[in-house]
């Protein structure tokens, strides 16, 4: 890479910056130059979109479309197997499979939150241009999430049946429920093995791949779910058998691309020598990631486990409507995610305005999705709970529509929340986002136990949105103070460079912090 292949945005003296999940730092001299708008190599380096310049709002939604397509996919991934269930084998395996599939959902965030974090350093050293460092840190990446697959694997062996008893799984529905979470946790270790390869490669600028592997890994589970339920009869183990070989095959395809496209991932005996400060660096982003992502799943965890006591048609009818709201909030969580990398450059580039506009812009975007996706999912959601339920019966569609007419009259907050929680993020501030997390799982997890109480299956209804309103205030007021707070800052280091042109500051040759470069 030469020096014409990237233009300087923004200096920090001595100091690393990271944008979002992708670490962009390159050492040039005594400075770490971040913001670069790097061309693309015939080697496969990385390319950044600089999106400190232009209009915010498009720059916003074209980042956001990729987004977008990959989590309608991975949404796509998880209700196919849910609409084959309910269809193909009934209402009670529908309902085994809702039941405990929180149990699965907590572990994949956990795993997730783990693997991003992981990546997070191999993305570092390869900014650094430091082919042995991301050598290492993938195969001490590997080794962590061995250890995490292997102890997530061992606790279920143990525990599985416990932790379904403790979410009041009806004993109706309790062998099929533990049979297609035991199917699945036994794969456990291809399927974090996945999101950690997929992780490598998002990690060196191949922002695309991941997307095909996981088309191609969504159209394998369908098949092959049709093939062992239907072909082969093999019931709800099916379904669980076909996302492990779906997911085994995709790790072997991302082993393969990854050793061709890769050169700099092909791993010497040498790489595997351990060390326990690099593995400290690599669990130090890891584990308080992991936790932020668990604090979401502990929440839905109570709430299902609320929602079991009632019985299969309701846990039925509740499965079916969460499943239809994860597919219809996707395009607010690919705006939140697009806003984290816009806000994290031009952060780095000094441009709190441009981050004001930016937010302004898609709170009101995100408005207008929640009008449009409330007044869809009203129109057609009965035809949408239909498609997951075998025998269309009248009272479990019934009960999934309480659910959505209640919930998308709050999809405004909910979409607030990813808007402001992910511009706090991308400008590097965590608490905030982690103590809305928490408040959120305080108030939903109390609002289910105790409406629950008093308007049976409604208060379940209304937990998530009390929980939604109460997060976003929080996260909405954090970050007015955050930018009053920092665009004060700005000013005052701008005086600073002024002063250092006019030759008033003479301490040293650097330029300020936070100063915008020439």
């Known amino acids: 890479m030469t020096d014409t292949d990237f233009k300087p945005l923004f200096f920090f003296s001595n100091r690393k910056y990271f944008f979002d999940k992708v670490s962009l730092q ?26 400190t310049s232009g209009n915010p709002v498009k720059l916003i939604v074209l980042f956001a479309v990729p987004l977008l397509i990959g989590n309608i996919f991975q949404q796509l991934y998880n209700i196919s197997d849910i609409i084959i269930v309910g269809r193909l084998i009934g209402v009670e395996a529908l309902a085994a499979a809702g039941a405990s599939a929180p149990i699965y959902f907590t572990i994949m965030l956990v795993a997730l939150g783990f693997t991003a974090g992981l990546c997070v350093i ?43 008893k403790i979410m009041n799984v009806p004993a109706e529905i309790m062998n099929d429920a533990y049979k297609f979470m035991y199917t699945l946790c036994l794969g456990l270790v291809m399927i974090i093995g996945y999101n950690l390869l997929a992780g490598f490669i998002r990690a060196l600028g191949d922002s695309k791949t991941p997307l095909y592997f996981l088309i191609f890994s969504s159209v394998l589970n369908i098949l092959l779910n049709l093939l062992l339920i239907y072909g082969l009869n093999m019931g709800i183990v099916g379904s669980a058998l076909g996302t492990v070989i779906s997911m085994t095959i995709s790790v072997i395809a991302c082993v393969f691309y990854i050793g061709k496209k890769f050169p700099i991932l092909r791993l010497k005996k040498e790489d595997w020598k351990y060390d326990s400060r690099l ?83 898609s709170s009101l975007i995100s408005l207008s999705i929640s009008v449009f996706l409330a ?36 999809y405004f907050f909910l979409g607030q929340i990813f808007i402001f929680r992910n511009t706090l993020q991308g400008m590097g501030q965590t608490g905030i986002p982690m103590l809305a997390c928490t408040a959120e799982l305080v108030m939903r997890s109390f609002a289910a136990i105790y409406l629950a109480q008093h ?64």
């Open 26 to 51: 390159i050492k040039c001299g005594d400075l770490y130059c971040v913001g670069f708008k790097i061309k693309t190599t015939s080697s496969g380096e990385i390319m950044i979109k600089d999106m």
């Open 375 to 410: 007044l869809l999912v009203r129109f057609v959601g009965e035809n949408m709970i239909g498609v997951f339920i075998k025998d269309g019966n009248p009272e479990i569609i019934q009960t999934a529509k309480d659910y959505l007419n209640i919930t998308t009259l709050f």
């Open 279 to 361: 593995m400290k660096q690599h669990l130090k982003v890891a584990i308080p990631m992991s936790l932020q992502f668990s604090v979401i799943a502990v929440g839905l965890l109570i709430i299902q486990s609320v929602c079991n006591s009632f019985g299969a048609s309701t846990i039925a009818a509740f499965t079916s409507a969460l499943r239809i709201e994860q597919l219809a909030t996707q395009p607010m969580v690919a705006l939140g995610l697009a806003l984290a990398t816009y806000s994290a450059q031009n952060f780095g580039a000094g441009r709190i305005g441009r981050i004001r506009r930016g937010v302004l812009g």
């Open 455 to 518: 308007m049976g299956y409604l208060g379940i209804c209304y937990a998530s949105p009390i929980a939604w309103i109460g997060a976003a205030l929080i996260v909405a007021a954090g970050y007015f103070v955050t930018i009053r707070k920092m665009r004060g800052h700005y000013f005052k280091n701008k005086i600073k460079w002024i002063e250092h042109k006019l030759g008033l500051n003479k301490d040293n040759g650097i330029l300020p912090e936070g100063t915008p470069a020439e």
């Open 122 to 164: 191999t993305a570092q050293k390869f900014g650094a241009k430091d082919e042995a460092g991301v050598r290492r840190s993938v195969t001490h990446s590997i080794m962590a999430s061995l250890v995490l697959s292997l102890g997530i694997t061992l606790l279920m062996e143990f525990c599985l049946h416990k932790f379904l």
